[in-house]
Nanobody
Framework: QVQLVESGGGLVQAGGSLSLSCAAS????????MGWYRQPPEKQREFIAS???????NYADSVKGRFTISRDNRKNAVYLQMNSLNPEDTGVYYC?????????WGQGTQVTVSS
């Protein structure tokens, strides 16, 4: 089974950038669809971006053109580059691994964007 650990969160001013990483342990990482989700304060968790095993990406409309998801199967890692951040991007960011009905989540990393 895949286990996920996120890193790279923090406090940034509006307009700034952050890069998140998700390290995966376990076997068969390359076959998982990997994704990033976030949970804003007092709101439900929402989809941000995903990348398939073949590298196809998908983004929420709210982050298109600002965020980029990528993966390195040799390092068992997935990344989220976040640019032009605004206060609405504040939340706990979670890494997700999906294979069929199997879903795994990391513990989350906090991103706070100040105005």
């Amino acid at each position: 089974q895949v286990q996920l650990v996120e890193s790279g969160g923090g406090l940034v001013q509006a307009g700034g950038s952050l890069s998140l990483s998700c390290a995966a342990s376990g076997s068969a990482f390359s076959v998982y669809r990997m994704g990033w989700y976030r949970q804003p304060p007092e709101k439900q968790r929402e989809f941000i971006a995903s990348i398939t095993s073949s590298g196809s990406t998908n983004y929420a409309d709210s982050v298109k053109g600002r965020f980029t998801i990528s993966r390195d199967n040799r390092k068992n890692a997935v990344y989220l580059q976040m640019n032009s951040l605004n206060p609405e991007d504040t939340g706990v960011y979670y890494c997700n691994a999906l294979l069929g009905s199997i879903a795994r989540w990391g513990q989350g990393t906090q991103v706070t964007v100040s105005s």
